[in-house]
């Protein structure tokens, strides 16, 4: 057999998985989060967790909610919490356009002293089913805060579902000052 021919076969045999996907975005995430905080003056290390909820509303428009607990060393904790909207847009069965708008809380003590801010959070990003039971979420965030100024992030997500439901995720959060990794699991309704 040609090359050329066993390729075309191949790519036409990966299409119909492709198609597979009707992305479900009513759901809950629990997550272990390991946390690379640098503070200017060296790094904290830490660890927590985060529960995440979505709600899909219509075909397009989801509501989202997450918390999250950490704890970091010489006794530091971290608090934070969001909650908004999103936008889903699809561009084949395969991949989505996602945007979302939210309230950003975030709290930091320490040493009896504690620090507290609010900010209004926009991202961007895509959704994408990669054959059967994989599916891959990149999206860039950007948080401007009250008193620290503006945050930018990448979040770079992957899902293993295990079966219609059922989900097992690794993320990465990257930004300026902090870096995480968390691993987890994701239950559709």
């Known amino acids: 057999m040609n090359l050329k ?3 075309v076969l191949m790519a036409g045999a990966m299409l119909p998985s ?3 996907a009707d992305f479900i975005y009513t759901g809950l ?3 272990y989060v390991d946390v690379e905080y640098d503070t200017g003056f060296g790094t904290l290390d830490g660890d927590g967790y985060r529960f995440t909820g979505t709600y899909q509303m219509n075909s397009n428009a989801f509501l989202l ?8 060393d010489f006794g530091a904790d971290g608090t934070s919490f969001q ?9 084949s069965n395969a991949l989505d356009l996602v945007a979302t708008a939210s309230y950003v809380n975030r709290e ?3 040493l009896g002293l504690s620090a507290d801010e609010d900010g209004l959070g926009l991202g961007g990003g895509v959704r994408a089913q990669l054959g059967q039971s994989f599916q891959l979420e990149a999206m860039l ?3 401007d805060y009250d008193n620290s100024g503006s945050d930018t992030r990448v979040d770079l997500l992957g899902r293993y579902y295990f079966n219609d439901r059922w989900a097992f995720m690794v993320e990465t959060n990257l930004d300026d000052d902090v870096d ?10």
Request: aromatic share 20%; hydrophobic share 50%.
């Open 5 to 7: 021919l066993a390729g």
């Open 65 to 72: 909610g997450e918390w999250e607990e950490q704890s970091f």
């Open 29 to 31: 995430e629990v997550s």
């Open 141 to 143: 965030n950007w948080v």
């Open 180 to 189: 995480t990794l968390s691993l987890g699991f994701r239950a559709e309704f």
């Open 83 to 91: 909650f908004g909207a999103g936008y889903r847009y699809g561009l």
């Open 108 to 110: 930091v003590s320490a």
């Open 18 to 20: 492709l198609a597979m």
